[in-house]
């Protein structure tokens, strides 16, 4: 009973999530609804026709008792009618009690609620131990921000995964939701064996660092091969966790940094690499107060000069299909793919045109805020930040080259640092409302100025845009893209936020027809940047090429994109 009781409100949380419930549940109360009406209408008559016709006297109690135990069809006896009108009105409630109370209620009661109360008992039960069978799949110990993402893509890929969950209420309430889960105790070996952890393809210990350091020992008992990644909350745990038995440490406050540094404009920067496959190297490059601006693709002579081949282009946030006749602005970043050797000779074609050497302003003065602003450093790129707690003072004042304590949203503060001259501006706070605040403000205050900022919540992202950032990346989907790259075991490519690169094996129903014939595009809005054939890599196929099975498309998208990429031709 108790047990019961435990699990009722992810019942009816389960209940009222589902519009074809909800509208049964609608249903079931207008009928109790008009059972109550009818009753009260019986005992009202009740005692009419007592009183005109029959002379008695009976309290209202009297009526309702009467009217359930005829309706019910129990009739005891003790009250009846002695008229020929009562005795009809006793038949009318007799016959109407079994059609409304003896076939109508049980049916819609089972139908409308008791089934769905079962189906959900049956969804919110969380299992102990995962079917004997299963092999390939991904284990996680908590259902956060980068688990969910990350869920999204296992389920586009086919590929089963679990959240483990110790508390039992919490993983049944994640049965509830959608999210599948089992649960037990993550630090016990006994868990993980019932988890098939020794045939997971990957599990991901992404709790405390205590308790991930706990969780990678428990499955070392169990099995000594399973590739174990955790994300870490401290650079000095990555030790501890690696020792404890953990393949890969994930500090991503600090690669958030990193990679948002990574798409600053400071000094004679202006290409920025973005990841590699193969020996091929993608990397994207501002526009912005360059001859290029204004010219499309074909008249900008890229791919004559340095040999690089533009795969797509930035548009406020859109990735958009790279065409010869694309127009560059102001505002677009190009994504080319080339050898290294090919980036330094579009490094030094972009080099000689409006180079600015002034401080790049950091805002934040947290993990992530001081990642950025130790690899910006690193390259000698000078940096000023603004962090608005006095008490982190002391412990980041040698960070920046110069550090101011206020609000940025002071336009005097902004000044003191050097807004106006800044090349960019790299927003760090973890709440969206502000950065997107910031974003508007500085746009306005240096209309040239780079923006680049991080976002906590993904419906951000078009909301930033438009208030005028130029790259934005999220936590979340750094985490994801890491981790994918490891299962799928390429190099981490971090295109920008809801995009990354896939490696797509030719389906057997594209085999044989030309790049163009097979609607990629059209269908999914995936990009095909390249093909991999035979360990040979095709730089931005033409669409007359032939594709067969055994190649690998190389592909930038967001991850609906690769959704529907199934659903169109691997269903």
Not at 207 to 213: G, L
Not at 235 to 257: A, M, N
Not at 274 to 285: H, K, P, S, T
Not at 287 to 308: C, F, N, Q
Request: glycine residues 8%; charged residues 20%; contains cysteine.
């Amino acid at each position: 009973m108790i047990c019961g009781m435990k699990f009722l409100p992810a019942q009816l949380a389960y209940i009222m999530h589902q519009p074809r419930l909800r509208r049964n549940l609608g249903a079931l109360a207008k009928y109790l609804l008009f059972l109550g009406a009818v009753i009260g209408l019986y005992s009202a008559l009740f005692h009419w026709i007592m009183w005109e016709v029959e002379g008695q006297r009976h309290s209202w109690i009297t009526g309702f008792y009467w009217t359930l135990t005829v309706m019910s069809t129990l009739g005891f006896g003790d009250i009846t009618f002695t008229s020929d009108l009562g005795r009809l009105f006793s038949l009318v409630v007799l016959l109407s009690g079994i059609v409304l109370l003896l076939i109508v209620l049980p049916f819609a009661f089972i139908s409308f609620f008791y089934a769905p109360w079962l189906e959900a008992r049956l969804r919110t039960r969380a299992p102990r131990e995962l079917p004997d069978g299963l092999a390939g799949h991904v284990l996680m110990c908590g259902y956060d921000s980068v688990a969910a993402g990350l869920g999204r893509r296992l389920k586009v890929r086919g590929i089963p995964w679990f959240i483990v969950e110790p508390d039992a209420e919490k993983a049944a309430e994640l049965m509830a939701e959608g999210v599948p889960a089992a649960t037990g105790s993550v630090t016990s070996a006994a868990t993980w064996r019932a988890m098939r952890a020794g045939r997971a393809r990957l599990i991901l210990a992404n709790r405390d660092d205590r308790i991930d350091s706990n969780i990678a020992l428990a499955i070392r008992e169990t099995d000594a091969t399973t590739t174990i990644v955790a994300i870490a909350e401290a650079p000095e745990s990555i030790d501890v966790l690696e020792l404890s038995g953990c393949d890969h440490v994930l500090d991503l406050k600090t690669r958030l940094g990193e990679h948002l540094a990574a798409r600053v404009d400071a000094g004679l920067r202006r290409v920025h690499e973005v990841g590699a496959f193969r020996d091929q190297l993608i990397a994207e490059f501002t526009v912005h107060g360059t001859p290029l601006a204004g010219r499309s693709i074909r008249e900008s002579g890229l791919r004559e000069v340095t040999g690089l081949n533009v795969v797509g282009v930035w548009k406020r946030g859109r990735l958009e299909v790279a065409r010869p006749e694309t127009m560059l602005s102001d505002y677009s970043v190009p994504v080319v793919v080339g050898t290294p050797s090919q980036l330094i000779d579009l490094e030094s074609l972009l080099v000689i045109h409006q180079a600015n050497f002034a401080p790049v302003v950091v805002v934040g003065g947290g993990k992530v805020g001081c990642a950025v602003a130790r690899a910006l450093k690193s390259h000698g790129t000078a940096v000023h930040m603004v962090e608005r707690d006095a008490r982190l003072e002391r412990r980041i004042r040698s960070v920046p080259d110069r550090l101011v304590i206020g609000d940025a949203a002071d336009r005097a503060i902004l000044a003191e640092v050097g807004i106006d001259q800044a090349p960019s501006v790299v927003l760090t706070t973890n709440d969206d409302a502000t950065n997107i605040y910031l974003s508007v403000y500085c746009r306005r205050i240096n209309p040239d100025l780079r923006i680049v900022s991080r976002i906590t919540h993904e419906e951000s992202v078009e909301s930033i845009y438009r208030a005028g950032a130029d790259f934005v990346l999220s936590y979340a989907t750094l985490g994801v893209q890491s981790i994918f790259a490891l299962l799928e075991g390429r190099d981490l490519v971090v295109v920008g936020e809801g995009t990354d690169l896939y490696r797509i094996p030719v389906p057997l129903r594209l085999a044989g027809r030309t790049l163009i014939e097979s609607g990629i595009g059209s269908k999914t809005g995936l990009n095909v940047v390249a093909i991999e054939s035979d360990g040979t890599i095709a730089n931005n196929p033409r669409p007359d090429t032939p594709l067969r099975e055994g190649q690998l498309l190389m592909t930038i998208g967001t991850w609906e994109q690769r959704r529907r990429f199934v659903e169109e031709f691997e269903g």
